[in-house]
Nanobody
Framework: QVQLVESGGGLVQAGGSLRLSCAAS????????MGWFRRAPGKEREFVAT???????YYADSVKGRFTISRLSAKNTVYLQMNSLKPEDTAVYYC?????????????????WGQGTQVTVSS
């Protein structure tokens, strides 16, 4: 069992930056693929980024070049650095863990989810 707790959300102006953190419990954190998803108002939850245990990363086209996912196994934490934020990035951001060691962008493949953290970008 893995428990995930997100933090770092908030209100920021367009063009600004935020760093989200996801703290994971469990001794097997380092073996999990970790992902970030988001749900904007009135929309389905969508993939944002993922990172494997080997550090391989994959991003949605909408955030490529602006967002960076990273992980620090010593702290059981995964991060999402978000730069050049746009109003359309406004959403609840969720951290997720997948027990398989491959990069996946499919929501249903993830085994554990956090409660989410709100990110609001004003124009």
């Amino acid at each position: 069992q893995v428990q995930l707790v997100e933090s770092g959300g908030g209100l920021v102006q367009a063009g600004g930056s935020l760093r989200l953190s996801c703290a994971a419990s469990g001794r097997t954190f380092s073996t999990y693929t970790m992902g970030w998803f988001r749900r904007a108002p009135g929309k389905e939850r969508e993939f944002v980024a993922t990172i494997t245990l080997r550090g391989n990363t994959y991003y949605a086209d909408s955030v490529k070049g602006r967002f960076t996912i990273s992980r620090l196994s010593a702290k059981n934490t995964v991060y999402l650095q978000m730069n050049s934020l746009k109003p359309e990035d406004t959403a609840v951001y969720y951290c997720a863990a997948d027990a398989r060691p491959i990069a996946v962008a499919v929501e249903s493949e993830y085994d554990f989810w956090g409660q989410g953290t709100q990110v609001t970008v004003s124009s």
